[in-house]
């Protein structure tokens, strides 16, 4: 069994900043990629961000290029998620999963085990 637990959300203005941290425990001896995804309330979940195992590809929607950044520790066994210039339309839950088969970055249908969720607030 794999247990994944997010922390860092929290309340902040426009234009601030955030790093969320996804901790793995469990079966952390097989490699795995990892993802980031967000659900707004009323909306389904959507990706935010992936990558690789080895952390030489990272994927990130459009509405997050170049304000979010994916990166992982394997030896800490913890993936992270920095978010910069946030804007009021990134307030959501947001879910840290992670996959040991081959497969769509995007899908959340592709994703093994899922965190918990981190609230992820910003006022404008």
């Known amino acids: 069994q794999v247990q994944l637990v997010e922390s860092g959300g929290g309340l902040v203005q426009a234009g601030g900043s955030l790093r969320l941290a996804c901790a793995v425990s469990?079966?952390?001896?097989?490699?795995?990629?990892m993802g980031w995804f967000r659900q707004a309330p009323g909306k389904e979940r959507t990706f935010v961000a992936g990558?690789?195992?080895?952390?030489?590809?990272?994927t990130y929607a459009d509405s997050v290029k170049d304000r979010f950044t994916i990166s992982r520790d394997n030896a800490k066994n913890t993936g992270y998620l920095q978010m910069t210039s946030l804007k009021p339309e990134d307030t959501a839950v947001y879910y840290c999963?992670?996959?040991?088969?081959?497969?769509?970055?995007?899908?959340?249908?592709?994703?093994?085990?899922w965190g918990q969720g981190t609230q992820v607030t910003v006022s404008s």
């Open positions: 469990g079966r952390t001896f097989s490699n795995y990629a």
């Open positions: 990558i690789s195992w080895s952390g030489g590809s990272r």
């Open positions: 999963a992670v996959r040991f088969a081959s497969g769509s970055v995007y899908r959340r249908s592709e994703y093994d085990y």
